[in-house]
């Protein structure tokens, strides 16, 4: 097939691609993150999230063969860096010190959500080349500063750095649920024994203090998390952000929808204290490939090492226990090493 065979749409949002299309290329792919379902893009989408007032207008850029979808990707129009967990500032203050413009930009992204996986949807890898290309010609056509595509899989990496792009890297935090030998851990025990005897001991360490403080937890996946579970764990989130002196980048009503549209990605973990709730911690989890995400947590009340329990040592047990293979912790964070997750070039 001739790249001559595509037609191109850029379609201004996800709502204007049938889901089965977008979802059926999803599948196609080897790392299909649950993040590029269509499901989640159009909550983004549909609460206002991701919209041009928000600094992110969609330019969804498609190709087709008739009426079947043969390549698509994500991707937006960006007023600014924010949301994108991958620091371009001082490429943004370069282009305002020689009076270029820097915005707007495109971004090939998931927004809010630095998870790496499927970017450049496609049938084949002669539409993944016909898909890059397209991008470039249409950031040449609107005359933008530059493209962007963040967190890719490893054929689209070889797709873009083909087609000319710049490649540059990250660093991120995953835990593998295997021993020295490979074999899975039977329990979090099992998983201490394998770590050095000075992790081991802070790890002990710190989840004594939760306990001694009287806090425990519970959890739930799925259609079994309570509305009232998702508005308290909002209130934690949302106040996370006001703390530090920021509105939330994601609203309510974009919960509200992926626990509706996709509710098996889903696991809460809440931390009571005399049978209150106190803090939460929310992990997208994909039952097929096995793996867990660390994705948002808040607290109401300050108690020492909470977040880590909250956020790595309730996750890997639920693993463990779960037979998952790996728990991404997401973007930054080297203290993360000190819990037994490992750093990933992204």
């Given at each position: 097939?001739?790249?001559?065979?595509?037609?191109?749409?850029?379609?201004?949002?996800?709502?204007?691609?049938?889901?089965?299309?977008?979802?059926?290329?999803?599948l196609l792919?080897p790392d299909?993150?649950?993040?590029?379902?269509?499901?989640?893009l159009?909550?983004?989408?549909?609460?206002?999230?991701?919209r041009?007032?928000?600094?992110?207008?969609?330019?969804?850029?498609?190709?087709?063969?008739?009426?079947?979808?043969?390549?698509?990707?994500?991707?937006?129009?960006?007023n600014?860096?924010?949301?994108?967990?991958?620091?371009?500032?001082?490429?943004?203050n370069?282009y305002?010190?020689?009076?270029?413009?820097?915005?707007?930009?495109?971004?090939?992204?998931?927004?809010?959500?630095?998870?790496?996986?499927?970017?450049?949807?496609?049938?084949?890898?002669?539409?993944?080349?016909?898909?890059v290309?397209?991008?470039?010609?249409?950031?040449?056509?609107?005359?933008?500063?530059?493209?962007?595509?963040?967190?890719?899989?490893?054929?689209?990496?070889?797709?873009?750095?083909?087609?000319?792009l710049?490649?540059r890297h990250t660093?991120?935090?995953?835990?593998?649920?295997?021993?020295?030998?490979?074999v899975?851990?039977?329990?979090?025990?099992?998983?201490?024994?394998s770590l050095?005897?000075?992790?081991?001991k802070?790890?002990?360490q710190?989840?004594?203090?939760?306990?001694?403080?009287?806090?425990?937890?519970r959890?739930?996946?799925?259609?079994?998390?309570?509305?009232?579970?998702w508005?308290?764990?909002?209130?934690?989130?949302?106040?996370?952000?006001?703390?530090?002196?920021?509105?939330?980048?994601?609203?309510?009503?974009?919960?509200?929808?992926?626990?509706?549209?996709?509710?098996?990605h889903?696991?809460?973990?809440?931390a009571?204290r005399?049978?209150?709730?106190?803090a939460?911690?929310l992990?997208?989890?994909?039952?097929q490939?096995?793996?867990?995400?660390?994705?948002?947590?808040?607290a109401?009340e300050?108690?020492?090492?909470l977040?880590?329990?909250a956020?790595?040592?309730?996750?890997?047990?639920?693993?463990?226990?779960h037979?998952?293979?790996?728990?991404?912790?997401?973007?930054?964070?080297?203290?993360?090493?000190?819990?037994a997750?490992?750093?990933?070039?992204?």
């Open positions: 097939m001739s790249e001559n065979d595509y037609v191109t749409r850029v379609l201004a949002s996800p709502l204007d691609i049938p889901a089965q299309a977008w979802n059926t290329l999803l792919e299909p993150s649950p993040f590029m379902r269509h499901e989640y159009c909550a983004l989408h549909r609460s206002g999230s991701a041009a007032p928000a600094g992110w207008q969609p330019q969804y850029l498609t190709l087709w063969r008739g009426a079947e979808l043969q390549a698509a990707c994500p991707m937006y129009l960006k600014h860096s924010y949301g994108e967990y991958v620091f371009d500032w001082a490429w943004a370069a305002a010190q020689h009076g270029l413009d820097y915005y707007p930009k495109a971004l090939v992204a998931v927004p809010f959500t630095p998870v790496p996986g499927a970017r450049l949807l496609a049938r084949d890898e002669a539409s993944r080349t016909a898909l290309k397209a991008l470039i010609e249409h950031a040449k056509q609107e005359d933008l500063s530059s493209l962007h595509v963040l967190f890719a899989q490893p054929q689209d990496v070889a797709a873009c750095a083909a087609a000319g710049m490649l660093v991120q935090f995953h835990w593998t649920n295997a021993d020295g030998q490979g899975q851990f039977k329990d979090f025990e099992h998983f201490l024994a050095q005897q000075e992790k081991r802070k790890i002990r710190e989840r004594r203090k939760v306990i001694e403080a009287g806090v425990t937890f959890w739930s996946t799925g259609v079994d998390i309570a509305d009232a579970d508005d308290f764990f909002y209130r934690c989130y949302e106040r996370t952000y006001l703390e530090h002196g920021n509105a939330p980048y994601l609203n309510r009503d974009f919960f509200r929808r992926v626990a509706q549209g996709m509710p098996q889903w696991l809460l973990f809440i009571e005399e049978g209150h709730p106190i939460c911690s992990i997208g989890i994909d039952e490939a096995r793996v867990a995400y660390g994705r948002y947590w808040g109401l300050r108690v020492d090492c977040h880590f329990e956020c790595y040592y309730q996750p890997l047990a639920w693993c463990i226990a037979g998952f293979e790996r728990f991404e912790g997401g973007a930054q964070g080297e203290h993360k090493m000190a819990r997750l490992l750093p990933v070039k992204t």
